[in-house]
Structures are given as structure tokens and as C-alpha cells.
């Protein structure tokens, strides 16, 4: 079992920036992170590899968020610029520990507990 620990939401203003963590106890193939605003469903927003050599990332997200990893601490982050209102949501981290969709949330075994970010002014 993996568990998984999420940090650094908060409110920012447009324009603004935050980072995420995610500290995993054990090992994975793949973390990702996902999202969900209030009456919408949830969506993929970026996910790497258990080696850090390959990421995705959503349309929405490309060019302002980054997400790397620190093999050493065991954690992952989401390095958000340029945060928009529409970036508001409860976002989740998740690690899956075999082989399966990067894109889908049901692909994913273990969730952390989810961290608010707003995004007003």
C-alpha cells in the first residue's frame, strides 16, 4: 500500500504562482495529478513516470504547470504559473502501481487527500 501526502494549496491571485507536493511511502510506476471543481467532474492535469524521464500534461495545463519529481525525497511536484480562475479546484494526487491508462482517474490505485487551490482576486 502506498500513501500518499499532499501539500502547498492555498489562494493566489491571477497571474500568481503555488506548488504542489506530493510524498508517496512507497514505490510506483506512475503519479499523476487530478482536479475537480465544484460541479464538474474530475480531470487529469499532469502525470510522470516513476523514473521522472516522461510526463504528460493536460492541454489546459501545458506551458504553465510543471511537474518533476525528487527521487531522494520520494515526492512529486506540480509547479503551477500563470494560475487562471478556472485553475480553481480541489486537487488530488494519485500513484498507480502497475500498468494502465496515464490519463484515466480509475487507472490509479492510491489517492492522496486532496489540497484547495482558489485562484481570485
Known amino acids: 500500500q502506498v500513501q500518499l501526502v499532499e501539500s502547498g494549496g492555498g489562494l493566489v491571485q491571477p497571474g500568481g504562482s503555488l506548488r504542489l507536493s506530493c510524498a508517496a511511502s512507497?514505490?510506483?510506476?506512475?503519479m499523476a495529478w487530478f482536479r475537480q471543481a465544484p460541479g464538474k467532474e474530475r480531470e487529469f492535469v499532469a502525470a510522470?513516470?516513476?523514473?521522472?524521464?516522461?510526463?504528460y500534461y493536460a492541454d489546459s495545463v501545458k506551458g504553465r504547470f510543471t511537474i518533476s519529481r525528487d527521487n531522494a525525497k520520494n515526492t512529486v511536484y506540480l509547479q503551477m504559473n500563470s494560475l487562471k480562475p478556472e485553475d480553481t479546484a480541489v486537487y488530488s494526487c494519485?500513484?498507480?502501481?502497475?500498468?494502465?491508462?496515464?490519463?484515466?482517474?480509475?487507472?490509479?490505485?492510491?489517492w492522496g487527500q486532496g489540497t484547495q487551490v482558489t485562484v481570485s482576486s
Open positions: 494519485a500513484v498507480r502501481i502497475r500498468a494502465g491508462s496515464w490519463f484515466t482517474s480509475q487507472s490509479y490505485d492510491y
Open positions: 512507497g514505490r510506483w510506476l506512475a
Open positions: 510522470i513516470s516513476g523514473s521522472g524521464a516522461t510526463t
